[in-house]
């Protein structure tokens, strides 16, 4: 494109040419005021919105606050769904709290309502104080350090009451190795351990069991858990049974009618081992119950007395 410029004072005409070039930096030109009128307008807008009342202005303005309070919401809500994420786990811990607690209320031989109430499950310690004269809110990176904070301190109770339950286990599971139960219900001694005069022969000797008088046919349980290393006849006690319960600790039954089990046999604290008789060198029925450590008699009444 050609331009022609005529000056009429000098009656001269000067021709400009424009060409792709010019018509580019031309576009850039009008590209580049239009830019900073928008941004202009707008920060005028943005500005002195709050303070004119206009409809439109107060569109725009209003649109721009719902899009922030949308980023913020949306913000917010990611720190609230990480929260819950956490305080989910936290409830889990507590409740696998509570049922250790319960169990170890079993072991130890407590009612749920007997526990602390730290351990008794939906109890809530009770708490209160004058009302604050000085108090603030938390910030979100505060409650994050409270709530792993908690996590730790919920993760330390619940292996120490883990390590509790365990040896609390291992405590009864000893006990029933321990000849602690009656081999018979509700019976009472009628020959003590230890000295006394022989029913035979009137003499001073050492009776190293208890006798329970019974009638014949009368339940004779074991004692403890454990295996049976002798069941047979003997000549001094008549039919008997050696329970076995490890650690060098063995109880006998003597002077029994009937054997229930043999050897090799494990039985259980409580379980039908024999019925009561008169075999072997007795003056008439009843259980002859020994406990042995090491081959050494022990009062077996000291036993039995622990389960009490």
């Excluded at 074991?222 to 069941?231: D, L, Q, Y």
């Excluded at 050897?263 to 029925?285: H, N």
Aim: proline share 5%; aromatic share 8%; glycine share 10%.
């Amino acid at each position: 494109m050609n331009i022609i410029l005529v000056s009429g004072a000098t009656a001269r005409a000067r021709t400009l040419s424009l060409d792709w070039r010019h018509w580019t930096a031309g576009g850039f030109g009008l590209l580049a005021l239009f830019l900073s009128f928008t941004l202009l307008f707008n920060y005028v807008t943005l500005r002195y919105a709050a303070s004119i009342n206009h409809p439109l202005l107060q569109a725009i303005l209003l649109a721009d606050q719902r899009e922030e309070a949308q980023k913020t919401q949306e913000v917010v809500q990611g720190h609230l769904n990480a929260m819950a994420v956490k305080l989910g786990d936290l409830q889990a811990r507590m409740l696998r709290l509570d049922g250790l607690g319960e169990r170890l209320a079993k072991l130890a031989g407590l009612k749920p309502q007997e526990l602390p109430g730290v351990l008794q499950p939906g109890v809530t310690p009770g708490r209160g104080g004058p009302a604050p004269t000085l108090q603030r809110n938390l910030s979100l990176d505060e409650f994050n350090a409270l709530l792993a904070q908690l996590a730790q301190q919920v993760d330390q109770r619940s292996d120490q009451l883990g390590v509790l339950e365990a040896l609390l286990v291992s405590d009864s599971a000893n006990k029933k190795f321990l000849p602690t139960l009656k081999p018979i219900e509700d019976a009472w001694f009628s020959s003590n351990f230890g000295w006394r005069l022989d029913p035979f022969t009137g003499q001073q000797s050492f009776h190293e069991g208890i006798d329970f008088p019974a009638d014949v046919g009368t339940a004779i349980d074991a004692a403890a858990s454990g295996k049976v290393i002798f069941a047979d006849v003997h000549p001094a006690y008549g039919k008997i049974i050696e329970i076995d319960h490890g650690n060098g600790l063995v109880s006998r039954y003597a002077h029994c009618s009937v054997l229930l089990v043999k050897e090799g046999d494990f039985v259980m604290r409580g379980q039908l081992i024999a019925k009561v008789g008169t075999t072997g060198r007795s003056t008439g029925p009843h259980l002859h119950f020994e406990v042995r450590l090491n081959g050494v008699p022990q009062n077996p009444a000291r036993f039995l007395a622990a389960s009490g």
